[in-house]
């Protein structure tokens, strides 16, 4: 998925909110749903100009509620600019079906004299670009009978795809495909951005993703609640300031990381090098002492210590400001005691990887203060004690779940990140494939750690450094390509993000 991501609002909302902004802006503010649906048209037909000038033939699927509509209005746009259309409308008795916007679009198209064929098994697209206009926002079970066979003939054809407001077949809550979707190269999306457009499968669908709030005035906005926020560049410039002319590392923070178990020492080296990256005045290791000269070599900055027991660990605890437990930390012994020794600390502290296990595992109530969870789905679902399946099909609900039955901040990492706090849902739309890899979330764990420790309160340090993450493997992606992306490529273009220079690069 390719984000245009500085023209994306920042508020996401589910497809309720968004029927509840249609309702407002036609009857509180007089805007006739028609002319909504003609501004559509215009917009999206707009970024069709725009990306296929050389147009000569475009094939549009409308199916027969409001997002057909817009496609109707569209067909007739192209139409009018000399544009051969081939106007697929699915459903038999098609014009019978048409009710308020939707018949008026067909209605101002007919009398162009725009000629429709209705949808049969085989029929072949022959425009060079397809229009998706079959499903909306409303569609709530499983695409069935022809809009399935629509789908399936969209899917394997060989043109671009421009998808109008949702690829047809996604849900706008959760990004789920609802049996199967349109894979569209192209979406334009109005009035409100959806939040399942930004995760789970849905960025798998949505291709370039464009947003269009058809003029609509701000105080359509004000009554209608926000689902979620999309953490975006602003918020990286207010919580990330430029250092003062005058700092000394004891202004940026202490942060202690506590893991390596035997074999396993990366892990938590990465979140130490990470944390220091992310801008921590002091990085501290506890790990295995078979460590040392492996973390010596590799990061000198990190003042690494070989830990044994809970005692060494309360000294270095008394000095930190924050604490990363997890990284490699294992499910033994060992593990076991660091992890039960940081829990019964005052400091601020982000759970990770093994530390996530091992609080699955028992009964141990966690501190009332400052922390932070970063699971993925699988850990998210031994933490619910449910599967992986159910974790991705509603991401948004169940990381209110794990909020409400851990507290402090969960970030349910994953394609659209989501950060909870028990009060707001933050969502990072920034990332790529290449980040599935090994020891990306140990990074995320240093980047989060060093915020923590600067003194962010645990919410801002989960989404900023979700952000931050998140674009600093862009970053490397944009240079090298996903492929082969290494959790320490990061290490040299966190700052970049960090310092606000990354588009300079």
């Known amino acids: 998925m390719s984000i245009n991501r500085e023209a994306l609002p920042s508020t996401l909302y589910t497809a309720e909110q968004c029927r509840a902004l249609d309702r407002t802006a036609i009857e509180q503010f007089g805007i006739p749903g028609f002319r ?28 027969a509620g ?21 106007l697929v409308v699915v ?29 049969q098994p085989g029929l072949e697209f022959n425009g060079e670009l ?46 789920a495909e609802l049996g199967m979707a349109v894979r569209a190269d192209l979406t334009v999306t109005f009035i409100a951005l959806k939040q399942g457009l930004l995760t789970h499968q849905g960025v798998d669908h949505v291709g370039t993703l464009l947003f ?10 004000e009554d209608v ?73 590799r990061v ?23 604490v990363v437990v997890g990284p490699g930390l294992g499910q033994g012994v060992w593990g076991r005691r660091m992890f039960e020794a940081v829990l019964e600390s005052d400091k601020p502290m982000l759970l990770d990887a093994d530390a996530l296990n091992l609080l699955a595992q028992s009964d141990i109530q966690l501190p009332e203060h400052d922390w932070v969870l970063t699971p993925h789905p699988g850990e998210a679902a031994r933490l619910l004690d449910t599967d992986t399946a159910d974790i991705q099909a509603n991401r948004f609900e169940q990381v209110r779940e794990l909020q409400g039955r851990c507290g402090g901040t969960v970030v349910l990492k994953g394609a659209g990140t989501l950060s909870c706090d028990g009060d707001v849902i933050h969502l990072c739309s920034d990332g790529n494939p290449g980040m599935a890899t090994a020891g990306m979330g140990d990074v995320l764990s240093g980047v989060i750690g060093g915020l923590l420790a600067r003194g962010m309160p645990a919410v801002d340090a989960a989404r900023i450094g979700v952000l931050v993450h998140a674009r600093a493997a862009d970053l490397c992606a944009r240079h090298f390509g996903a492929g082969g992306l290494l959790a320490t490529d990061l290490m040299n273009t966190i700052p970049l993000v960090i310092n606000g220079l990354e588009e300079n690069v």
Not at 71 to 81: F, K, R, Y
Not at 145 to 173: F, M, T
């Open 36 to 63: 909504l649906m003609q501004r559509a048209g215009q917009a999206a037909w707009a970024v069709i100009g725009q990306r296929w000038p050389l147009l000569r033939r475009i094939s549009i699927v409308c199916g």
């Open 66 to 86: 409001n997002n057909g509509g817009d496609g109707l209005v569209i067909a007739g746009l192209a139409w009018q600019a000399g544009i051969e259309v081939q």
């Open 91 to 119: 459903g038999e008795r098609y014009a019978e079906k048409l009710r308020g916007e939707a018949l008026e679009a067909w209605q101002w198209l007919k009398g162009f004299g725009v000629s429709a064929e209705s949808w």
């Open 130 to 175: 397809i229009v998706d206009a079959l499903l909306g926002i409303g569609l709530s079970g499983l695409v069935r009978g022809e809009a399935a066979s629509v789908i399936a003939q969209i899917n394997r054809c060989e043109q671009p795809v421009l998808a109008v407001d949702i690829p047809s077949g996604l849900c706008a809550d959760t990004g």
């Open 212 to 221: 269009d709030g058809l003029l609509l005035p701000e105080e359509v906005f």
């Open 225 to 297: 609640p926000v689902s979620a926020f999309r953490t975006d560049s602003e918020d990286l410039r207010e919580l990330m300031p430029p250092r003062p002319a005058s700092s000394h590392k004891g202004m940026f923070g202490h942060l202690l990381v506590v893991g390596g178990d035997l074999g396993m020492g990366g892990a938590a080296l990465m979140a130490s090098q990470a944390a220091l990256r992310a801008g921590a005045g002091l990085v501290s290791l506890a790990t295995r002492e078979e460590h040392l000269m492996a973390a010596l070599t």
């Open 300 to 322: 000198p900055e990190v003042m690494c210590h070989g830990v044994d027991d809970a005692e060494e660990l309360e000294a270095l605890l008394a000095k930190a400001d924050a």
